[in-house]
């Protein structure tokens, strides 16, 4: 059975930091990239960052300097630390993976707020 757990978010004051990790199941085979996505309230889903499996990453214009994704590919890992955080990166963040022959795999998501 193939599936993503992740973990983090949750409440975050402005100027504050977020971490995310996403563990893909041990099924899933020959991973490509891996990485983050977002979806705000009314807007569509949008890259945040990725990380293919050499380690060439990817950063969306609202992620560069604030941004750090990473990856262990031994345990199938995906960690997003991402920091100055504003009211407008308030969004539900999602895992991605992508594997095998244009396979790919969502996950279901964690809500990120940023308020005081």
């Known amino acids: 059975q193939v599936h993503l757990v992740e973990s983090g978010g949750g409440l975050v004051q402005p100027g504050g930091s977020l971490r995310l990790s996403c563990t893909a199941s041990?099924?899933?085979?020959?991973?490509?990239?891996m990485g983050w996505y977002r979806q705000a309230p009314g807007q569509e889903r949008e890259l945040v960052a990725t990380i293919t499996s050499g380690g060439v990453t990817n950063y969306a214009d609202s992620a560069k300097g604030r941004g750090t994704i990473s990856r262990d590919n031994a345990k199938n890992t995906v960690t997003l630390q991402m920091n100055s955080l504003k009211p407008e990166d308030t969004a539900v963040y999602y895992c991605?993976?992508?594997?095998?022959?244009?396979?790919?795999?969502w996950g279901q998501g964690t809500l990120v707020t940023v308020s005081s």
């Open positions: 041990a099924s899933i085979r020959s991973i490509n990239a």
């Open positions: 991605n993976v992508k594997y095998g022959q244009h396979l790919e795999l």
